[in-house]
């Protein structure tokens, strides 16, 4: 009985809950009154060598026989069921490591073994949802020192794939805290890779915003490598631009994100340890970090980016990784377009030095790029600037670009939408500022990302002189529904601009 | 759109979450679309003047309409609900009082404003499981000083019903982290009140045990009283034994000490604040306070007990309450029966004097009834004893409780489950170890809290010597089946208890 298992049909119930694994059983199912089960219950669902920890529910409806059990998607994917299978129920065994979290809740702190087995339990789907918030907040309410921020990332590095690429230099990028529209990567990949750097970059996808660097990136090339692609896109043009998640970089990461994200909890230890761990499981061995700087950007002052900046150093340096941190302005969106085809656009403008491509957002490439030509020892330092320059201007790092997306599998044109509709500045003015959160909105419910061409085009910078009247921005949508949508938002919400008389 | 609202139709699921409000929506329904809603997300539900807000899970199935809502059974109950109506569903607005629980887990100290808007959104539903778990953990990893845990203790107090009797003293007691059998609870207050004490106690239902006060003292007499019924009985008598729940002391703690025996979690700023907000709520001056310490009990050694009496004291002292703290024995179950009637019986056998009657409870509930006559000034110190024992061997505390269950709504004898098995002891020898979580789930798995009769009889403690064939243990139960799993989990389990030879 205790410890011994109950079988069950499975149901897809096509529930979607992000990743959370859940399970809805009878009140009265036989599984439910032997092991003793009530609602909210942590329950062990196992289908052959497969077993997943869920959450249970109970119904008391017939939309579920008492013999079955009906799965939320992420559970059903994970144990990789197919229609009509069985599986056992059982209560979940202890997660011996909530210990270690309960120790650290008590003042202790964590060695290398504990945060191993933390790590393992949290890739291995055994935290609910408030065992992964209570370790985030245990780990930041009492900070992690840099010994534990070592650790931590040590382990969740060693949590999932080690890549190597058999050369000494590996060349890495990273900006911290997105900032809507940054798509700065595929452009310092061009350049690095047209420069002689290995620079094998794994991106992410959007999970909040309306479009992250891999879905951009989509609509130029396949992203979706395994790694026996990307080494030999690697091994051949010396740079990729992949999706990470097809990869399983630091898998502990991405679990611990989200939850960081819906409590907006980022805090430092947190942070060095979720970048590290992904760069060192890439292979990264000189690693540029982009560190936006401004009163609405996560690091808000030079004090809390000097300290950030020491222990990242000291942290990356006992993994053998140099790291150059640079400051940047976090005060605006990044280029024109938000969205994955728009932003794709941008970047291709800037690669094809056509006149009109968004200046800011070649300045930052360039900024990036120079900094990890002087970090690899490609440029001498000072110099990484004027190389950067050069391979743009050229027309090498466009070559480049074409290549390696060739090489990802075919180069393509980003799709563009079938319906735009201009938004007009309500009066003229200076415009002072701009909503990043309701920005991002208006283009997710344009459509983005889902609908790769769908999105919000920024006609004007911070700055600049609007005419009431004249467009402002753009919005772009495949479907009349989104872009009803996303026009009865705009019609709300025009106090998204700010413009001063 | 932004702050609109759309209706859809509500269909009651009768999904069981505990108290979690979830919501179920069609990926397809248009209140998805046009609030670009994702799961997981957080929504306001209203119905009318009352709401709530739910986590979103999208379904794609048949088993609701692209305009339908199922509501977990806490968001129906929450808002009210009757079958055809119509609620209203949109984003959830930003709750505000996150920001002071980051405030906190980046290092900052809360003021009285702070943990007024934690509270009042904890009691409102406002805040997610992980927001609760977050709370939690940063009022722990990073301890609550004696200042904050003031604060919080108030604003808890504050947060619902505040009761007060016209007194100028009014006596409670408390059994701080919960030994199995533990029932001093009507003893107490029967001679209490036999003394002249006035000593309004309300308890609580069992929540993940086998019973609570609340459910042995139903199977005695009423126990669902409001508060005008509940002046009424202590104005008559002198004292009652009330369920909690009926009048809601202290709500926001009731929500937190969910979240925090899921997490098993109790600090001491917490512990504090839990118990002094129920008892400043319910109207009492002088409270004693039962803190069994044992190598398994809530508190482990004397420096601890010491410093947690040193900062009760402090803080009761600070809202006029005085306190005394009694250190007494955790180590194994108290009394013979677990489960509410068997547990009704013991406190009837010391009541009335009986000569079986557990010695343990006895002694227990005298020291504690002592201490309440001394710390009332009704006895001298040192003499409390005397006067608690003399009220119980002359019969005048049990004459008292056949009072106030009268009071209550009348005097019932606990119900006599028509279903008993003898486990017998598998060898010879010294009883040295009881398993009390093993223990506690066999009497959940007979039946307990919900089948009143159900539960377990324990006739041997520790150092008793058994005897290899003899009865060591009854089961009772109402059911054959429920008898049928207790039994299969006690036949893979008799390692529950400990008989060396």
């Not at 010994?147 to 230099?169: C, Q, Y």
């Not at 452009?187 to 750097?197: K, P, R």
């Not at 936006?292 to 990784?321: N, Q, Y």
Request: hydrophobic residues 45%; charged residues 20%; negative net charge.
């Amino acid at each position: 009985m205790n410890g011994g298992a109950h079988p069950l049909h499975a149901r897809r119930l096509r529930l979607l809950t992000q990743d959370e694994a859940i399970v809805l059983m009878r009140t009265d199912c036989h599984v439910c009154k032997s092991e003793g089960l009530a609602a909210r219950a942590r329950v062990l669902l196992r289908a052959g060598s497969r077993e997943v920890i869920a959450t249970l529910y109970q119904i008391e409806n017939d939309w579920l026989g008492a013999d079955e059990a009906g799965l939320s998607e992420a559970a059903w994917q994970r144990l990789g069921l197919n229609i009509g299978d069985v599986i056992e129920v059982q209560n979940a065994p202890t997660v011996e490591s909530l210990a270690d979290v309960r120790r650290r809740i008590y003042g202790g702190r964590l060695d290398a073994r504990a945060f191993r087995g933390i790590i393992s339990d949290v890739v291995a789907g055994r935290y609910a949802d408030i065992h992964l918030a209570t370790f985030v907040a245990a780990c930041s309410a009492f900070p992690l020192n840099v010994d534990e921020i070592t650790h931590l990332t040590a382990e969740m590095a060693d949590a999932g794939e080690r890549l190597s690429w058999g050369v000494p230099v590996v060349s890495d990028k990273h900006s911290v805290g997105g900032l809507p529209g940054n798509r700065t990567t595929p452009i310092v990949v061009a350049i690095a890779a047209s420069c002689g750097l290995t620079m094998p970059k794994t991106s992410s996808r959007a999970i909040t915003s309306p479009s992250g660097t891999a879905d951009a990136m989509e609509t130029l090339a396949p992203v979706d490598l395994d790694v026996a692609t990307m080494r030999r896109v690697v091994e051949m043009e010396g740079g990729c631009i992949a999706w990470g998640g097809a990869v399983r970089l630091s898998p502990a990461d991405d679990v611990l994100i989200r939850v960081e994200r819906a409590l907006e909890i980022d805090t430092e230890g947190q942070l060095i340890a979720s970048v590290l761990s992904k760069k060192i499981a890439a292979g990264a061995t000189h690693v540029v970090l982009d560190l936006p700087v401004g009163p609405t950007a996560k690091v808000r002052t030079d004090i809390a980016a000097d300290k950030l900046t020491e222990h990242i150093s000291i942290v990356a340096s006992s993994f053998g990784m140099k790291t150059r941190i640079l400051r940047t302005d976090g005060s605006q969106p990044v280029g024109r377009g938000i969205g994955p085809a728009l932003e794709a656009r941008d970047v291709l403008a800037v690669l094809r030095c056509e006149p009109q491509a968004p200046k800011d957002l070649r300045t930052r490439a360039l900024v990036i790029a120079a900094a990890a030509l002087e970090l690899a020892g490609v440029a001498p330092e000072g110099l990484g600037g004027a190389l950067a320059e050069e391979a743009l201007a050229t027309g090498r790092a466009w070559a480049k670009f074409q290549r390696i997306c060739a090489a990802q599998g075919g180069m393509r044109e980003p799709p563009v939408a079938p319906l735009t509709r201009a938004l007009a500045a309500p009066h003229s003015g200076i415009l002072t500022h701009v909503n990043n959160r309701k920005i991002s909105r208006l283009a997710k419910l344009a459509g983005a990302p889902d609908d790769k061409a769908a999105g919000v085009e920024l006609l004007a910078r911070l700055g600049d002189q609007v005419t009431a009247g004249a467009p402002l921005v753009i919005v772009h949508a495949e479907a009349p529904g989104e872009l009803d949508y996303a026009l009865a938002f705009a019609a709300a919400n025009m106090d998204m601009f700010e413009i001063e008389v």
